[in-house]
């Protein structure tokens, strides 16, 4: 009999309710909603998993009691939230998702995973993986941006990273696909609000990324705090249980979200925990995170016939063998068993500052201000984010401590010199107080160049962080006139850093600065990342995962729109438009500058028909006509003209990058599969349609940018 088989046989239903349940528990001590000592119920065997525990000698003291004191010796699985790093920080992922790199995607969630494990934690509650096309949303921060063929992608990589090849190994981590789904389309971009999409949009955009973790074999899930169309994920059997497990297959583990079961009730469709702990089970979750419903919950709902002991066992089941896989019985002590070496510090940190530098998008550099060619003698260093540690971390700091994290002004001054940088806050953040204005607009009339650090604090994007107005917070904006005024009478330069976890819809900044760089949160190494990006160490990369309104009105705001019967026309009245803004995003999907100039040529695509089998190459001549080497990404994206459904204007199918010295020419090739331009037909059902479908590459969502050329799809003969 199998190891889980024969613990099933002695499990008291007590025990086996305890393997169903979570609890937060920071040294041992209890979390606000379990009441009572988590100690004597691990002792008890009625805690069988733990989440936000940190250090490898607390996580085995728990681990002790659990596997040497407790009646059965189960050991406890401990989670911990680990999105973008854990000890040490990388960008947060809509940062890193700026990298459009699967294979750096995934070397940080290994490099995360290692430095988590190494402090005993077996289990991360990521890759969050919510497709956001509404910057109000402070989650927006967490996840990969607003597609869902790049959502895809980033899932895949982001699990490889976290699980490695081996599950049980001591630096592999189980990871998480959350929130299931669609949390990004919270109504109004409000945090934990209703969500009510189509069927089809749910289909198309929210479901892909965990079909892509599925297939790339994630270990859990974790429903959203949501509900969709009145079904609240947390009790949504039809897509736990019907789309997940069912069609999917996954046969791991669902995690409720946070108190999410006891929410049921608020949520207006459990009258007790009774009953939703029932409606949270049957749907298919399998453990309670800090609800308690399932321990108190489900004694009752067996009493009164809701729920079967095979549903219990069954979650129990699936809790013991992510157990197994991951090696705990075994060798409950093997994570966190040895310190990571410095040299494996270092060489973390070091690899926080390249993907950190990666990770910044250049929204703009007019008469090519940056880089700052000779290190200029004096640089102002100004702004509320320009010397704030804590702000670095972003908003989901993990165990990284709040003044570990290098700074602009702490960067450059080793980078330069410390007399060099000249340094002034100016404002606070989100304060009302003007008093240091005068002695930073002191400070820019003593350099030769100003770099402007702004934006929003760390915490004012990830959970709980929705804003309706997305502009500079505080007296920002004020601040920055104030330099941008006396810097014209200097005749120097301003360089905008701004740090946000969401784009923020600052077109006048845009406008008044001379450079203007989205540096999300970067992490540990934020200043270094920086600097090597002004001070021309590293030709800046990344590109925007996300569209950046003009308005807070045009949100939701997303590249994959649908045509309109009456395109935008602004000689025409009776169009698809604003009276007072245009259609466009200030900056697109994509958009991001580099160091070089480059230009696209020569188009190449197949011309005969194009069967569902074929995979066919995109080829598209890419020229560097700038006075400097850069990296450049390339987006393919396609067009279904005519179909039996309205297709998006533009979909994303690859990219693809290509290195080039200045004056140089290269092609890149980019392989589509033609089986991807199926879709849903009206009945929701894929189809592969014969007819004409528009190939379009270039450097961002931009049509206008765009190259295109046509392809003709016709069916496949028998085989
Ligand atoms: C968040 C989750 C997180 C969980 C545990 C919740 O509030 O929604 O993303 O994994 O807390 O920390």
């Not at 067996?302 to 002991?309: E, N």
């Not at 003009?550 to 602004?570: D, H, K, L, M, Y």
């Not at 037909?681 to 014969?690: A, C, H, I, R």
Request: net charge negative.
């Amino acid at each position: 009999m199998s190891r889980i088989e024969a613990l099933m046989r002695k499990m008291s239903l007590t025990e086996k309710l305890g393997q169903l349940t979570m609890t937060a528990s920071r040294y041992a001590t209890t979390g606000p909603i379990i009441a009572g000592d988590s100690t004597q119920a691990i002792k008890d065997g009625t805690i069988g998993n733990l989440l936000n525990m940190v250090g490898a000698d607390h996580v085995h003291d728990m681990q002790r009691l659990a596997v040497e004191e407790s009646r059965l010796g189960i050991p406890l699985l401990i989670g911990f939230d680990v999105v973008h790093g854990h000890r040490t920080l990388f960008p947060i992922p809509l940062g890193e998702a700026s990298l459009f790199d699967p294979e750096t995607w995934a070397l940080t969630a290994r490099e995360s995973a290692r430095e988590a494990a190494a402090d005993g934690l077996a289990m991360t509650f990521a890759p969050m993986l919510d497709v956001s096309r509404d910057p109000r949303w402070g989650r927006s921060a967490e996840g990969p941006g607003e597609d869902p063929w790049l959502a895809a992608r980033f899932a895949e990589a982001k699990v490889r990273g976290f699980q490695g090849n081996d599950l049980a190994a001591s630096d592999a981590l189980a990871a998480t696909a959350k929130h299931f789904c669609a949390y990004g389309a919270v109504t109004a971009g409000r945090d934990y609000a209703s969500v009510d999409i189509s069927e089809r949009t749910l289909r198309e955009v929210h479901l892909p990324s965990f079909a892509a973790a599925v297939a790339a074999g994630v270990a859990a899930v974790m429903p959203a705090f949501t509900d969709l169309a009145g079904v609240p994920m947390t009790a949504n059997g039809a897509l736990l249980r019907g789309w997940l497990r069912r069609k999917l297959g996954f046969d791991g583990v669902i995690v409720s979200d946070y108190n999410a079961i006891a929410e049921l009730i608020h949520h207006g469709i459990a009258a007790d925990l009774a009953q939703a702990a029932t409606l949270a089970l049957q749907a298919g979750v399998d453990i309670d995170m800090m609800a308690d419903a399932y321990r108190r919950g489900l004694p009752t709902a067996l009493d009164r016939g809701w729920v079967s002991s095979m549903e219990i066992d069954a979650a129990v089941r699936r809790v013991l063998t992510l157990k197994e896989r991951l090696g705990l019985f075994d060798d409950p002590y093997r994570r966190g068993a040895a310190p990571e070496t410095a040299a494996t510090l270092a060489s973390r940190r070091q690899l926080a500052r390249v993907v950190g530098s990666r990770a910044i998008v250049m929204l703009k550099n007019e008469r090519g201000v940056l880089p700052l060619a000779e290190a200029p003698a004096r640089l102002a260093v100004i702004g509320p984010l320009a010397d704030a540690s804590s702000e670095m971390r972003g908003p989901w700091w993990g165990a990284a401590a709040p003044e570990g994290q290098v700074t602009v002004a702490t960067a450059l001054r080793e980078m330069l010199s410390e007399s060099r940088v000249l340094h002034a806050a100016g404002v606070e953040i989100d304060g009302d107080d003007m008093s240091g204005v005068a002695a930073a607009l002191d400070v820019c009339s003593r350099a030769e160049a100003i770099l402007l650090c702004l934006g929003e604090a760390a915490t004012m994007s990830g959970e709980a962080a929705s804003r309706a107005h997305l502009g500079l917070p505080g007296r920002q904006r004020e601040f920055a006139e104030a330099v941008f005024a006396r810097a014209k009478l200097l005749r120097k330069p301003v360089i905008v850093i701004l740090f946000s976890g969401r784009p923020l819809v600052v077109p006048w900044l845009a406008d008044k600065s001379d450079a203007m760089l989205a540096a999300w949160f970067l992490g540990s190494e934020s200043g270094y990342a920086i600097g090597d990006v002004i001070l021309g160490r590293v030709s800046p990369s990344g590109r925007s995962p996300i569209s950046w309104p003009r308005a807070t009105g045009q949100v939701p705001i997303f590249f994959g729109q649908r045509p309109t019967g009456r395109p935008a026309n602004p000689d025409d009245h009776f169009t698809s438009k604003y009276l007072d803004v245009p259609n466009e995003p200030l900056f697109s999907f994509g958009h991001g500058l580099t160091y070089g100039r480059f230009s696209y040529s020569n188009l190449r695509v197949p011309r005969d028909g194009v069967t569902e089998r074929d995979t066919i190459a995109v080829r598209v001549d890419v020229t560097n006509d700038g006075a400097r080497a850069a990296e450049e990404t390339v987006f393919l994206f396609t067009h279904d003209k005519l179909a039996s459904v309205s297709r998006p204007v533009l979909e994303l199918r690859g990219f693809g990058k290509i290195h080039l010295k200045p004056g140089a020419t290269g092609t890149v090739t980019l392989m589509l599969p033609a089986a991807e331009l199926r879709f849903l037909g009206p009945d929701l059902e894929p189809v592969y349609e014969p007819g004409e479908v528009e190939i379009l590459v270039g450097p961002c969502a931009n049509r206008t940018q765009l190259l295109a050329g046509i392809i003709q799809l016709s069916r496949a003969p028998p085989s």
